[in-house]
T-cell receptor
Framework: GENVEQHPSTLSVQEGDSAVIKCTYSDSASNYFPWYKQELGKGPQLIIDIRSNVGEKKDQRIAVTLNKTAKHFSLHITETQPEDSAVYFCAATSNDYKLSFGAGTTVTVRA | DAGVIQSPRHEVTEMGQEVTLRCKPISGHDYLFWYRQTMMRGLELLIYFNNNVPIDDSGMPEDRFSAKMPNASFSTLKIQPSEPRDSAVYFC??????????????FGPGTRLTVL
């Protein structure tokens, strides 16, 4: 099955700086890569996703890049704000629904 | 819409007891997922349904776990008998099937299960 590795496990950034989280996957058939944000005491929430026919996607302060050759994808958050503090999960799947999640990155934005 | 509804939000039980977790998906969504989240194993997919039919239960850890979806608005995850290692947060999620590859899964708030 799919194996997704995520780094770093924790990330502390100064407010206004950028944050980058990286993931690698093992199954070359994977074609859908979502990112979820989980706040304390809540379920994960989709923040952005990308398909294998696209190299980069942006939505305001967040962007995701995908390198299918290297089998890795990254989340970039620019101009970080305190409300960006949360746990972020990457995921991958080849069938759109059976998601394999990374272990998560705890992001702390320091004021 | 109220979103995905899960009950109970917290459950504390003793080893050997039966535990039933409940989920009401978002109306109109025809995919339903059960996940388990622990510090050691992260977020794991246990089982998912499409139109009330189980599609993939390969993530169900053992026979003590069972899931049902008797209708489009209700699903249960049952553990019998429960063990301390089942302690975790269990999430239910639902998703619509739409054209164009729209795949967002909407998660409920979770049920925190503690087995003593």
């Amino acid at each position: 099955g799919e194996n997704v590795e995520q780094h770093p496990s924790t990330l502390s950034v100064q407010e206004g700086d950028s944050a980058v989280i990286k993931c690698t996957y093992s199954d070359s058939a994977s074609n859908y890569f979502p990112w979820y944000k989980q706040e304390l005491g809540k379920g994960p929430q989709l923040i952005i996703d990308i398909r294998s026919n696209v190299g980069e996607k942006k939505d305001q302060r967040i962007a995701v890049t995908l390198n299918k050759t290297a089998k890795h994808f990254s989340l970039h958050i620019t101009e970080t704000q305190p409300e960006d503090s949360a746990v972020y999960f990457c995921a991958a799947t080849s069938n759109d629904y059976k998601l394999s999640f990374g272990a998560g990155t705890t992001v702390t934005v320091r004021a | 819409d109220a979103g995905v509804i899960q009950s109970p939000r917290h459950e504390v039980t003793e080893m050997g007891q039966e535990v039933t977790l409940r989920c009401k998906p978002i109306s109109g969504h025809d995919y339903l997922f059960w996940y388990r989240q622990t510090m050691m194993r992260g977020l794991e997919l246990l089982i998912y349904f499409n139109n009330n039919v189980p599609i993939d239960d390969s993530g169900m850890p053992e026979d003590r776990f069972s899931a049902k979806m008797p209708n489009a608005s209700f699903s249960t995850l049952k553990i019998q008998p429960s063990e301390p290692r089942d302690s975790a947060v269990y999430f239910c999620a639902s998703s619509p099937s739409r054209g164009g590859g729209y795949n967002e899964q909407f998660f409920g708030p979770g049920t925190r299960l503690t087995v003593l």
